[in-house]
T-cell receptor
Framework: LAKTTQPISMDSYEGQEVNITCSHN???????ITWYQQFPSQGPRFIIQ???TKVTNEVASLFIPADRKSSTLSLPRVSLSDTAVYYC??????????FGKGTRLHILP | DAGVIQSPRHEVTEMGQEVTLRCKPI?????LFWYRQTMMRGLELLIY????????DSGMPEDRFSAKMPNASFSTLKIQPSEPRDSAVYFC???????????FGPGTRLTVT
């Protein structure tokens, strides 16, 4: 399982774009990069997954460079409701998920 | 779709008592996961079932914990006897395609006094 490093916490303001970068230097060839979001008092929620280049959905974009040693989750025009913990998880279909500490994102008005 | 259903949502019990947590996964999902979350240890995987069979129980802390999945629509996590250090939020999750896209339930907040 790839070891990940992501910021412990980040602050941003409403309306800004937020980018959370995760490093995973020893990612395996068949690992995908998955991001989860956890709101206070709720279970984590799958938000996006990618293998390389760029993936976009209605919630976020995920940028993965060619060497795949890092990935960046991009949240466009955040609001107060985006305050949550964001987890970066490199893994393949059959891995067990190991959630690290994640990044605690705090959106300010 | 009702999502993953867990019961009870809150449980307060005394040390030494048996506690049973219940989970109904999303219909059609063939994998089920039990997690425990505390401030100190974060979110930990306890056990993982695939097609009702336990695949990985290496996260189960000790013999006081047991989990069963008698059919595709129901699972239990039992703690006997419970201890104050078992106080945590216990999440159940299910997935239909591998392990990467899991759907979590609302959790059961367990307090052992």
């Amino acid at each position: 399982l790839a070891k990940t490093t992501q910021p412990i916490s980040m602050d941003s303001y409403e309306g800004q774009e937020v980018n959370i970068t995760c490093s995973h230097n020893n990612i395996a060839t068949n690992d995908y990069i998955t991001w989860y979001q956890q709101f206070p008092s709720q279970g984590p929620r799958f938000i996006i997954q990618g293998y390389k280049t760029k993936v976009t959905n209605e919630v976020a974009s995920l940028f993965i460079p060619a060497d795949r040693k890092s990935s960046t989750l991009s949240l466009p025009r955040v609001s107060l409701s985006d305050t949550a913990v964001y987890y970066c998880l490199p893994m393949n279909r059959d891995d067990k998920i190991i959630f690290g500490k994640g990044t605690r994102l705090h959106i300010l008005p | 779709d009702a999502g993953v259903i867990q019961s009870p949502r809150h449980e307060v019990t005394e040390m030494g008592q048996e506690v049973t947590l219940r989970c109904k996964p999303i219909s059609g999902h063939n994998s089920l996961f039990w997690y425990r979350q505390t401030m100190m240890r974060g979110l930990e995987l306890l056990i993982y079932f695939n097609n009702n069979v336990p695949i990985d129980d290496s996260g189960m802390p000790e013999d006081r914990f047991s989990a069963k999945m008698p059919n595709a629509s129901f699972s239990t996590l039992k703690i006997q006897p419970s201890e104050p250090r078992d106080s945590a939020v216990y999440f159940c999750a299910s997935s239909g395609t591998g392990v990467s896209e899991q759907y979590f339930g609302p959790g059961t907040r367990l307090t052992v006094t």
